[in-house]
């Protein structure tokens, strides 16, 4: 049941290019955004709605982002929302959600370049 208290699960596809960080112990980090639709019914007809999502991952699942992830990539995530505090450069405190992957599927994988 704990698995049921904070579970993301999207299909979507990715809008930029991830982008990698690797870090002095060797660990890697993966963020990315990722656009889901829902398309609704409205008086006049259908009209599809977009929904930006951020998305984090570390380790091996960056690894395989950075080899196999590019913009445009279908994906399908398994995740959990994460809610975080920093300063941007201005010294202001900044609030953002991201959803920090568990597990990824490559829907229609692109071949690593």
């Known amino acids: 049941m704990n698995k049921l208290?904070?579970?993301v699960n999207l299909i979507g596809r990715t809008g930029?290019?991830?982008?990698?960080?690797?870090f002095e112990n060797g660990?890697?980090?993966?963020?990315?955004?990722?656009?889901?639709?829902?398309t609704i019914k409205e008086v006049n007809g259908k009209k599809t709605l977009t929904q930006w999502h951020?998305?984090?991952a570390?380790?091996?699942?960056?690894?395989?982002i950075e080899?196999?992830?590019?913009?445009?990539?279908?994906?399908?995530v398994?995740?959990?929302?994460?809610n975080r505090i920093y300063q941007d450069n201005g010294g202001s405190n900044r609030r953002v959600t991201?959803?920090?992957?568990?597990?990824?599927?490559?829907?229609?994988?692109k071949k690593a370049g």
């Open 5 to 7: 208290q904070n579970a």
């Open 16 to 22: 930029i290019n991830p982008t990698i960080r690797t």
């Open 27 to 38: 660990v890697k980090l993966a963020k990315f955004s990722l656009a889901t639709n829902e």
């Open 54 to 56: 951020q998305i984090v």
């Open 58 to 64: 570390w380790g091996k699942k960056a690894e395989l």
């Open 67 to 76: 080899k196999f992830v590019k913009k445009g990539q279908l994906l399908a």
């Open 78 to 82: 398994d995740g959990k929302l994460v």
């Open 98 to 109: 991201e959803i920090q992957v568990n597990e990824i599927l490559l829907i229609n994988p």
